[in-house]
């Protein structure tokens, strides 16, 4: 351990049950803290806590704005950037209400983890991210392998997530008994399954067409069936890993257990479309995929806020501001629309508006 970290291993460890326990936030979360505050302490020399003044803000403000990413070589990005002064600063606030940092910590100086508002703007600006069509999914599907035990997997894993618009994690912690092929429908039952703030909700499947479902179906009826699963097990189990004639690991089957994390789970969507030659879609994008769909499909208000609450979210809103940019070509598309001469009829936005007051009424009376 390095000079002056005893103190700074102790408090690090209250904090981390801070954020676990108080905070209630989940263990990614805490691990991009943890990894700010490694950083911070490697560039002050992991210098004891107590002794933070604004020039250590500043140095390293300095030192991140010039660091490289270890992965790309490349400068980090000033999102990366932000997010660390933001782990820091919430740190550093923590500090001054604990005993025997509260006399040693000016809270002014905590205030030095700041960007300049230029280097703020570019990290909040909004990037444009890649979002498949359902057309794209299904081609992907249909290129899939599933002679073995994990083509079967995860070609069925990748159906499933676009029937469900369920987050990696929900998906790697599911139980057979969660699926409901006959009501269609994904129970999140937050005891058992990694659900966002552990809420308890359930899915039904998206309409998306007739083939992740047909590919579902057949991989739930081959665990059942063909490998003897139970209610219990793993909906999609990891897998199976023994050494081959080289003393090197290799795949040789299923292993009825979950998947410790959804790492497995991108690695399975990067394979699948470098394989038909698309970009790679991580499994997160499906929601913004299913929530483009939405607003194809749903006619009403009422429809999208089933649409939405079926994605787990509380509010409508939550989609719009969250999933549901105007895409560049919708949006090119709508400005000529409106650059024509508008005629005197009445527009069918103007109609949808007023039911859509006329819901969130409805809603509010609840």
Request: hydrophobic share 40%; with cysteine.
């Given at each position: 351990m390095k000079k002056n970290s005893t103190n700074n291993a102790r408090i690090i460890h209250e904090y981390t049950k801070y954020l676990k326990d108080a905070k209630q936030q989940d263990d990614s979360t805490i691990d991009g803290a943890l990894k700010s505050i490694n950083r911070f302490e490697e560039c002050t020399g992991y210098s004891d806590f107590k002794k933070f003044r604004a020039k250590?803000?500043?140095?390293?403000?300095?030192?991140?704005?010039?660091?490289?990413?270890?992965?790309?070589?490349?400068?980090?990005?000033?999102?990366?950037v932000l997010t660390a002064i933001r782990h820091m600063k919430a740190f550093f606030q923590y500090l001054v209400t604990q005993k025997g940092y509260r006399a040693k910590i000016n809270y002014s100086d905590i205030e030095y983890f700041n960007l300049s508002e230029k280097d703020t703007r570019i990290a909040n600006?909004?990037?444009?991210?890649?979002?498949?069509?359902i057309e794209q999914i299904t081609q992907t599907l249909e290129a899939m392998p599933y002679?073995?035990?994990?083509?079967?997997?995860?070609?069925?894993?990748?159906?499933?997530?676009?029937?469900?618009?369920?987050?990696?994690?929900?998906?790697?912690?599911?139980?057979?008994?969660?699926?409901?092929?006959?009501?269609?429908?994904?129970?999140?039952d937050a005891r058992d399954v990694n659900t966002k703030f552990s809420k308890t909700f359930t899915t039904y499947f998206f309409p998306v067409g007739e083939l992740?479902?047909?590919?579902?179906?057949?991989?739930?009826?081959?665990?059942?069936?063909e490998l003897g699963y139970k209610q219990n097990s793993p909906l999609f189990p990891k897998t199976k890993l023994a050494h081959n004639d080289n003393q090197q690991f290799e795949a040789v089957g299923l292993l009825e257990e979950h998947w410790s994390n959804a790492n497995p789970i991108r690695k399975v969507f990067a394979q699948a479309f470098e394989a038909v030659?698309?970009?790679?879609?991580?499994?997160h994008s499906f929601r913004n995929t299913l929530?483009?769909?939405?607003?194809?499909?749903?006619?009403?208000?009422?429809?999208?806020?089933?649409?939405?609450?079926?994605?787990?979210?509380?509010?409508?809103?939550?989609?719009?501001?969250?999933?549901?940019?105007?895409?560049?070509?919708?949006?090119?598309?709508?400005?000529?629309?409106?650059?024509?001469?508008?005629?005197?009829?009445?527009?069918?936005?103007?109609?949808?508006?007023?039911?859509?007051?006329?819901?969130?009424?409805?809603?509010?009376?609840?």
């Open positions: 250590h803000a500043v140095a390293f403000k300095k030192h991140l704005l010039s660091a490289k990413s270890v992965v790309t070589g490349e400068k980090l990005s000033k999102a990366t600006a909004k990037r444009k991210r890649g979002v498949a069509t002679s073995t035990y994990i083509e079967k997997r995860n070609r069925a894993l990748m159906a499933f997530v676009i029937l469900t618009g369920a987050r990696d994690a929900a998906v790697a912690s599911a139980k057979i008994k969660h699926v409901d092929l006959v009501e269609q429908s994904f129970y999140q992740p479902l047909r590919i579902l179906e057949e991989w739930v009826d081959y665990l059942v069936q030659g698309l970009p790679y879609f991580n499994p929530v483009r769909l939405g607003e194809k499909l749903c006619r009403t208000p009422e429809e999208f806020k089933a649409w939405s609450q079926n994605l787990g979210h509380e509010s409508v809103l939550t989609s719009f501001y969250s999933y549901g940019d105007v895409p560049d070509y919708k949006q090119a598309e709508l400005l000529r629309k409106l650059a024509e001469p508008a005629d005197d009829t009445p527009t069918d936005m103007e109609e949808q508006f007023k039911q859509f007051m006329q819901f969130q009424q409805m809603m509010g009376n609840k």
